[in-house]
């Protein structure tokens, strides 16, 4: 879109509104663990086993609805038209609201941006909740 518009067809896109990689990105991952891992109890989970696949044995108590989380939003700015990205990487985010374009902020004309949902990036977001069986349960502890 912002390249249609563009007045310089041979011009560098600006950094800030270059495509994001996560926008470019068409496929998912599904992992499934070797079933030679043997699966730990929750309560062995440690700080080492963060970022790694990890077997565990439990009962799952809670699962959510599949949610969308979205990953990239886009802005459009009112006043020149530019396209903003911002990754987001945590489940909540503070949207943009002034536009960072080169144009607007030579111009002063204080932009706004509106957020794009269509040319935003979603994907499905679930949560679960597990506890550990019985038996794994120490003596003395609920």
């Not at 518009?5 to 496929?27: I, K, V």
Request: hydrophobic share 30%; aromatic share 8%.
């Amino acid at each position: 879109m912002m390249e249609q518009r563009s007045r310089d067809p041979g011009a560098t896109r600006n950094p800030q509104n270059q495509y994001p990689p996560e926008l470019m990105r068409r496929f998912e991952l599904y992992f499934q663990g070797p079933s030679s891992n043997k699966p730990r109890v929750i309560r062995e989970v440690r700080a080492d086993s963060v970022g790694k696949l990890v077997t565990v044995r439990g009962i799952v108590t809670r699962v959510s609805e599949v949610k969308p989380r979205m990953v990239v939003a886009t802005y459009t700015c009112d006043q020149c038209g530019a396209e903003t990205y911002q990754p987001i990487q945590a489940p909540t985010f503070m949207p943009l609201i002034m536009c960072p374009s080169q144009e607007c902020q030579t111009n002063r004309s204080g932009g706004r941006l509106y957020l794009q949902t269509r040319g935003s990036k979603f994907i499905k977001f679930q949560e679960m909740k597990m506890q550990e069986h019985s038996d794994q349960v120490p003596v003395g502890n609920i």
